[in-house]
């Protein structure tokens, strides 16, 4: 019997959505399922601000986001399509959403990217939840098999103890890996700095 992966993120679900949101869900997100030709990736987008970020900064890229809490996907249709047409934005046009576990999505795309972002995952910070972080060392070693070459995996988080532990867990690769100071947009979730630390920390991972 196939051993069932360990669930590495919280509810799918929150408050129940708007009926316009609701709709979106229906009709506009199969219609942006992604479809092979990404060249960059977001897990776990939250909101979805930076995916927008990144959607206006590389308007030349297709970018996925990869998020399985149903109400942040709806938010991130929301901020995308326009809200008397419910038609995508013509700046938003670039964006696919994939509202599921995105180990799925790597198992069934041999899709490389250029850039794989990871901003603010679960600590999951008690000792014995550990084994549902996210950035465990084969997933990093997953992620680097989807990269393009040259590409970069970019983790953030606000959570010190996690970004030491993220660390570890790249050391034990066979990649090349830095913690350089990156400048990006204020999400929502960095706003609530959970953590309380002065500024998130990065770590940049690339093939060797």
């Known amino acids: 019997m196939e051993k069932q992966e360990i669930r590495t993120f919280g509810r ?3 408050k129940r959505l708007s009926m316009r949101k609701q ?5 506009v997100l199969p219609r942006i399922a992604p479809a092979g030709d990404a060249q960059i990736l977001e897990i776990g987008f939250g909101a979805g601000e930076h995916v927008r970020a990144l959607a206006l900064r590389h308007p030349d890229k297709t970018i996925v986001g990869a998020e399985p809490f149903a109400n942040g996907v709806a938010a991130l249709l929301g901020a995308i399509c326009d809200a008397t047409t419910n038609e995508i934005l013509p700046e938003y046009k670039n964006i ?3 509202p599921d576990d995105v180990r799925d999505l790597l198992r069934d795309t041999d899709a490389k990217f250029e850039q794989i972002w990871v901003l603010h995952p679960d600590p999951w910070p008690k000792a014995r939840h550990e084994k549902r972080r996210l950035l465990q060392t084969e997933f990093i070693k997953t992620l680097a098999r989807h990269l393009a070459p ?3 995996i970019i983790i953030g988080t606000d959570h010190w103890e996690y970004f030491d532990w ?15 100071e990156i400048d990006i947009i204020k999400t929502r979730y960095q706003a609530k ?4 630390t002065v500024a998130p920390k990065y770590i940049v991972i690339k093939n060797k």
């Open 166 to 180: 993220i660390c570890g867990r790249a050391a034990e690769t066979n990649l090349a890996f830095e913690t350089p």
């Open 193 to 196: 700095n959970m953590a309380e």
């Open 150 to 152: 040259n590409g970069e």
């Open 12 to 14: 799918r679900h929150g």
């Open 23 to 27: 709709w979106l869900m229906e009709n």
């Open 96 to 98: 696919r959403i994939f």
